[in-house]
């Protein structure tokens, strides 16, 4: 028999929201063909790996020395985690050592190593919205409570809310930087007011609280922008990340933990988390994938497609009367439904549908009124899609 609560999950409205339409996608396909359905559901990058990735590979598939796929520590090969030192560093401005990476199955092993070695039972986690749908479920893996505060309506931070909200029994504040759905980039000085607040909570209730910087979209930027090193402002910061989207490999399942060694008792953290990747039945990261990221972490990649699809998707939003917002990074686009359906996003995906567009409701990421169209598509899609817009917008 299935869980209780695992069958309220998968019942409930806003469960795997995403993966839910983007199945309806291949199905859909199946019908009518590829090119007559525009899926915009699922964050899955178009770009194919950077030939540095692609040559680690080759290299390291060719190696048939004993043992080389055999265990290694449980935090990763230490020359790998090494080499994500030197990224951090770089990302940071803060020197880091290997010691403080911790290798991961993708960035959602990483998020769920941390949340269970930091919560205790009815601790919180405070979520600027949106925000990534899984989060509920991370948090709520490990008997924390996600606590879902308002962003303001450019979706910057509402610091003077998240203040509002912290208390002795807040473990975490988390943001996605850039954002997914939205896009927005949190600011140098936003990040820098948001450390403040979380220093005045530690001396009102001296409970520490972590800053998690959940980054796997960080090097994915739009006119000059730049993601901010939270490193240098708050001690207590903890990024995690991935390979899945700056490097388009997602299905290979290769993140990290990175830990700021001015943090709290760091080593003891590290510990914690290590013991968690364990006993939550990762083990380790892929000892093959490991190796290919030690030598191609840093790939260069050219997203300027990503922008041209950007500017094309936005560019047939303005001309079928779908309001967005502009985003900054990542690639997604995060629209606001049109009046007449009165907010009910739901409804609104479920109409596009009929005219073979996919897209994701905004509620399943806090952010109720809105929809996701993810870009990360080809162009042809983008281009062609089109016509059923301004079909569908013309039977509003």
């Not at 954002?179 to 530690?202: H, R, T, V």
Request: charge should be neutral.
């Amino acid at each position: 028999m299935i869980a209780k609560h695992i069958q309220e999950t998968i019942n409930s409205k806003g469960a795997s929201v995403i993966r839910k339409m983007f199945e309806e996608g291949i199905a859909l396909k199946k019908l009518h063909g590829e090119d007559s359905v525009f899926d915009f559901t699922l964050g899955n990058p178009d770009l194919d790996p950077p030939e540095k990735v692609v040559h680690a590979i080759q290299e390291e598939a060719k190696d048939v020395s004993h043992g080389c796929h055999g265990y290694m520590p449980n935090s990763g090969y230490p020359f790998v985690r090494e080499a994500i030192a030197q990224k951090i560093t770089k990302e940071q401005g803060v020197s880091v050592s290997g010691d403080n990476v911790i290798m991961t199955v993708g960035a959602a092993s990483a998020l769920n190593c941390v949340f269970k070695a930091v919560l205790n039972p009815g601790d919180e986690v405070i979520v600027p919205m949106p925000f990534f749908a899984e989060y509920r479920h991370y948090a709520k893996n490990h008997g924390g409570v996600l606590i879902e505060v308002p962003s303001k309506s450019d979706f910057s931070l509402d610091l003077e809310a998240i203040k509002a909200h912290l208390s002795e029994k807040t473990a975490a504040v988390l943001i996605n930087n850039p954002n997914n759905p939205s896009g927005k980039i949190y600011s140098e000085n936003e990040i820098k007011q948001l450390a403040s607040i979380l220093k005045e909570n530690f001396q009102k209730t001296g409970r520490v609280t972590y800053l998690v910087c959940d980054e796997p979209y960080r090097a994915i930027v739009y006119d000059g922008a730049k993601v901010t090193p939270a490193f240098q402002f708050y001690e207590n910061t903890v990024v995690v990340s991935s390979f899945a989207k700056d490097l388009s490999l997602p299905g290979e399942r290769i993140g990290y933990i990175a830990v700021n060694p001015a943090s709290d008792k760091p080593e003891e953290f590290i510990k914690a988390v290590t013991f968690a990747l364990r006993v939550l039945g990762c083990v380790n990261a892929p000892a093959f994938f490991q190796k290919v990221i030690a030598k191609s972490w840093d790939a260069e990649v050219d997203y300027s497609s990503y922008k041209n699809r950007r500017d094309k998707l936005m560019a047939i939003m303005d001309r079928v009367g779908i309001e967005y917002h502009r985003p900054e990074g990542a690639f997604y686009l995060f629209c606001r439904v049109p009046s007449a359906f009165k907010g009910d996003d739901g409804e609104f995906c479920d109409f596009l549908k009929k005219y073979l567009i996919l897209a994701a409701p905004g509620s399943g990421f806090g952010g109720k009124g809105w929809f996701r169209l993810a870009y990360c598509v080809s162009e042809k899609t983008i281009v062609n899609s089109e016509k059923a817009f301004l079909e569908a917008m013309k039977n509003l």
